[in-house]
């Protein structure tokens, strides 16, 4: 995904350390088969697949939220991942987050010898021992969607990290602030404060508008984890601040809650807005004009990449180290909302469908999207 | 008819008990007396407060005023216990066993025997001394002590919670409707047991029926609780089931008379 | 008794024979009501069978230590709630004492206690939150099932109000650790003592009886002295107990300590398992025993499941179906005794 350029002073992308052609090979082989049925294409896969044949490795993800709406496309392009490699993927954990409940999937994969392990590293300490024992036993391990933080990162082996990073996407949120605003006060609504992810795009946040020195005064606030909650709080903090000139949320279904408050205090246009993610109702929020901008982090390939990755990684024999890819720091505003809206599709999870979707016209990059070659 | 006042040879008598619930008044006057070693039938219509007699006769209810006497001397139970240690054992309608628990189990209900520092339980020497006291009682062929008491059938039931009753050595016993809804075959058994409780082992029995004709088998004695007051005490070899059947009805009577407003047809 | 009557030999005058079947059906029914664990213990024995065959060796070698720790917690908790079953009562907010116990063991810990005071004091703050369950359920009248999911939400409200939602580490060196909840066998350990040491209670106490008496037959219980208000409080704060223990290992033996962790989720699980074996819902019966099976039949499942790569959305529909399967198999090993309350009929002509 491309993200626009406006001319003005961005931050440049995290240095990957794989390459960013990976992702690209990716999405091309993708696309290549979009437009048939899966069987069909598991078929043409077969076919045209060159790798020699394998017994069918099991690849177990981990997720925090199983049930969540968020990943429904993750598992969209795991399943297409399996399906290309004829392997098979298993998806485990917890509903709601429960750590412990993660833990004693990922040990009873280790115990089935799975071929490879994806976990989201939503606790720093809680996955290390788990980590050390996959590798112990020859299991390739890699973090996708939530990475360990950097205070418990030497402990923790992860192989490579497949997602967003989370504090730089708070950083880039902040950075779309400073440029919209001058002076003023914003709230950050946050659903669940102190958890890792989520916390650090706050941070992210926080940190660009302290140090641009702007007179901005941030709230951080409380949201909830749930649709009616967070509708609830957003109300609340306006009916005590109806002068905010800016409303942000580090999840997304909050942002369905700053958009109501909107609609109901006539605010289109007059507050800046941003959001994380893609749900419906953002794009359309997008669309319309009440959200300025949401920043992307590409669900559908947090789940393709991890198990192409591991499925190399098992079939080399180790001689394919996993690549950690930025999955996230995409700016979807009004002007590249097109392709979101326009089309129900597999890659948002709003559709099983396979099919190609056209492109949309000229791709525009910004400088510094890619990292330059350094010569000396 | 009046009762006799409190004689010496009473083991256990009540002189005006009134008991109210709250604005219920459940027992207007009662005299009622249990001479030693007789078999006293209590009959009475349903509401006639004879199960609340035999709450506050077993120390489970204190009188709202009136006295209890236990030999004489006037005795206030606070507590079963209570009356359980004056000597004062009953048997409730619902038996009050335990489903879940077995047969030595609930006979030792509430008085286990345990030993050492943990006081752990010595069930073996429970069982063995509910099987021989039951055996003593004359119940043989019931399942083993380990027998959960649900799967037991009424009669057994019944046997049981006597049997529990009677562990403690009674001298009184109070047993509210023992045969209910037992067949005849079982019914013979456990009126064979009290007659025997009082011939062999000299224990004072009130006994709480609905069948005139069985309680005549057994009492010596018959009483008729009626609005809260005794209305009717006579030896049994002087009355007859006609005259207690009659008794009762010419109250049914009475009562369908003051409805419709139709003649009396036979007075009191 | 002064004087003795003994019985004569052969059908005496008061005979009450038993109406029963006989033969190996009322046998085992019979088995079944003075053992309840034992549809739970078949069925896992049954479970075990099927996953050694489906995924072979790849179930036993270190899964074991993995299935124990499966299980481990479900069972202490499934051992509380099956012990306030039995005397008629239940706790929801156990889930809750869970999250909170961990996080008390920290705060105490940071604020310089020595880590194993800390434990303690946590473990007894958690018995007090079920004393206070039991008191407001005894002498307030509330239903247990109203008090403890008021209490219930309460915790939840307070672990997350003092945590802000944060996560947390649990303190404590190597040692402690390893022995509250971090070696691969501790917490099955932990739960195996549980086990036996509730079964004794349940079996050799009067502490025991009185509590199958309370559930039982309540009038029953009142009727022979026993003290109802304090049989019942006891338990409540037997269950906080065992749930902030819990709370604890568990938090050790992943070394993360998560607000939202537990909750009713756990809690349900533990008092499935408690029914899955044999502890009756109405009270009055029920086995720890069959407590730690039913949480082995239920963990087992996930584990085995998980362990041949099936995915999260499949489990619920196997676990719903296996729960239904385990209760079906606990009632008709109960209703197998068919007729014994039956009468006998009269034989004909002579006398009875």
């Known amino acids: 995904m491309t993200s626009e350029s406006s001319g003005q002073s961005r931050i440049s992308r995290r240095q990957l350390l794989g390459s960013a052609a990976l992702a690209g090979g990716g999405l091309a082989v993708g696309s290549a088969l979009g437009g048939v049925s899966p069987a069909f294409a598991a078929a043409a896969a077969a076919a045209s ?22 990943f429904v496309p993750t598992r969209y392009g795991a399943q297409d991942a399996c399906d290309l490699f004829n392997c098979k993927y298993q998806w485990v954990g917890s509903v709601n987050s429960i750590v412990s409940e993660m833990v004693d999937a990922m040990n009873a994969a280790i115990d089935a010898k799975v071929a490879g392990i994806g976990v989201p590293v939503i606790d720093g300490n809680a996955f290390i021992a788990p980590t050390n024992r996959a590798l112990a036993a020859g299991i390739p391990v890699i973090a996708y969607n939530t990475a360990a933080p950097t205070t418990t990162a030497a402990k923790n082996l992860q192989m490579a990290y497949i997602g967003q990073s989370l504090f730089q996407a708070g950083q880039l949120m902040g950075q779309q602030i400073l440029d919209k605003l001058d002076k003023g006060n914003i709230v950050v609504f946050n659903p669940s404060p102190g958890s890792l992810n989520l916390q650090a795009r706050a941070n992210g946040i926080n940190d660009v508008i302290k140090k641009s020195g702007k007179p901005i005064t941030v709230d951080n606030v409380a949201s909830a984890a749930t649709l009616a909650e967070a509708v609830a709080a957003v109300k609340a903090y306006y009916a005590g601040h109806p002068n905010v000139n800016g409303m942000m949320c580090v999840d997304t279904l909050t942002m369905v809650g700053i958009i109501e408050v909107m609609q109901q205090h006539h605010l289109k246009g007059k507050i800046v807005t941003g959001s994380f993610d893609t749900i419906p109702q953002v794009v359309s929020g997008i669309t319309s004009g009440y959200v300025d901008f949401t920043i992307y982090q590409q669900p559908y390939l947090q789940g393709f990449l991890p198990i192409m990755e591991l499925f190399l990684y098992k079939l080399s024999g180790g001689l394919n180290i996993p690549s950690s890819v930025e999955t996230g720091l995409s700016l979807i505003t009004k002007s590249n909302i097109g392709q979101f809206s326009k089309y129900t599709d597999r890659y948002e999870g709003s559709s099983a469908a396979q099919k190609v979707i056209p492109m949309s016209g000229p ?14 | 008819m009046t009762a006799d006042l409190t004689g010496p040879a009473d083991v256990l008598s009540v002189d005006h008990i009134q008991k109210r ?175 025997r409780l009082r011939d062999e082992q000299h224990v004072s029995i009130l006994f709480v029926n609905h069948n005139y004709a069985q309680l005549l088998e057994v009492a010596d004695r018959v009483n008729l609780l009626r609005n809260g007051r005794i209305r009717f005490d006579k030896e049994v070899e002087d009355t007859s089931l006609e005259e207690i059947t009659e008794l009762v009805i010419s109250e049914v009577r009475r009562a369908l008379a003051r409805q419709t407003g139709l003649p009396l047809e036979d007075a009191q | 008794m002064s004087t003795d009557v003994s019985a004569p030999q052969g059908r005496s005058r008061l005979d009450v ?11 085992v029914s019979a088995l079944y009501s003075r053992h309840r664990e034992i549809a739970a213990i078949l069925i896992s024995v049954l479970l075990f069978i099927y996953f050694l065959v489906r995924s072979g060796s790849l179930f036993l070698g270190s899964n074991v230590a993995t299935l124990g720790q499966f299980i481990a917690p479900i069972a202490i908790l499934a051992v509380g709630e099956a012990m306030l079953l039995i005397c008629g009562e239940i706790d929801l907010s156990a889930g809750n004492v869970y999250a909170l116990a961990p996080f008390i063991v920290m705060y105490l810990s940071q604020d310089h206690l020595p880590v194993l005071l800390a434990t303690v004091l946590a473990i007894l703050i958690s018995a007090f939150i079920g004393l206070v369950n039991g008191l407001i359920t005894v002498y307030l009248h509330v239903p247990s099932f109203v008090t403890t999911l008021g209490m219930s939400f309460l915790l939840l409200g307070i672990v997350l109000v003092v945590t802000n939602g944060a996560t947390g580490t649990p303190p404590g060196g190597n040692l402690y650790a390893d022995i509250m909840g971090g070696g691969n066998w501790s917490e099955l350990i932990w739960a195996i003592c549980m086990v036996v040491i509730f079964a004794y209670l349940l079996k050799w106490t009067r502490f025991g009886t009185y509590t199958f008496a309370v559930g039982g037959n309540l009038n029953a219980a009142h009727e022979a002295s026993i003290n109802v208000a304090r049989i019942k409080i006891w338990n409540f704060v037997l269950m906080g107990a065992l749930a902030g223990l819990t709370g604890i290992l568990d938090g050790v033996r992943v070394a993360a300590l998560d607000p939202t962790s537990g909750g009713t989720a756990i809690m349900f699980s533990a008092v499935a398992g408690a029914v899955i074996g044999g502890t009756s819902l109405a009270g009055g019966s029920g086995s720890v025993i069959g407590a730690f099976f039913g949480a082995v039949f239920l963990e087992t499942l996930y584990d085995g499941f998980t362990l041949e790569g099936v995915s999260e959305f499949a489990f619920d529909i196997i676990i719903g179906a296996a729960i239904l399967i385990a209760m079906v198999v606990n009632i008709r090993f109960q209703r197998l005794r068919v007729g014994r309350r039956f009468e006998e009929l009269e034989p004909e002509g002579d006398e009875a």
């Not at chain 2, 339980?121 to 380990?146: C, I, Y």
């Open chain 1, 49 to 70: 697949n060159p790798y020699p044949s394998h017994p069918t490795w099991t690849f177990t993800l981990v997720n925090h939220v199983t049930t969540s709406e968020f």
């Open chain 2, 21 to 195: 619930y709250g604005a219920v008044l459940a027992l207007r006057d009662v005299n009622l007396h249990l001479k030693d070693g007789e078999i006293l039938g209590l009959i009475g219509d349903n509401g006639s407060g004879k199960t609340t007699l035999l709450k506050i006769l077993s120390g489970f209810h204190q009188a709202t005023s009136g006295q209890v006497l236990l030999h004489g001397e006037p005795v206030v139970f606070r507590s079963v216990s209570a009356a359980r240690h004056a000597g004062i054992e009953i048997v409730y309608q619902d038996l009050a066993l335990v489903n879940g628990l077995s047969i030595a189990e609930n006979v030792f209900l509430g008085r286990e025997r345990y030993r050492g520092p943990l006081r752990t339980l010595v069930h073996r020497r429970m069982r063995k001394e509910a099987d021989e006291f039951l055996g003593r009682l004359g119940l043989a062929n019931l399942p083993g002590m380990t027998e959960d008491v649900a799967n037991l059938s009424g009669g057994q039931r019944q046997a049981i919670a006597l049997a529990r009753a009677l562990y403690s050595q009674p001298k009184i016993l109070l047993l509210d409707e023992p045969t209910a809804a037992m067949g005849p075959r079982e019914t013979a058994q456990i009126l064979d047991l009290v007659r």
């Open chain 1, 363 to 376: 791709i525009s990059v910004a400088a510094g999207d890619y990292p330059p070659t350094q010569l000396s």
């Open chain 3, 17 to 27: 024979t038993p109406p029963t079947h006989v033969g190996g059906v009322a046998r």
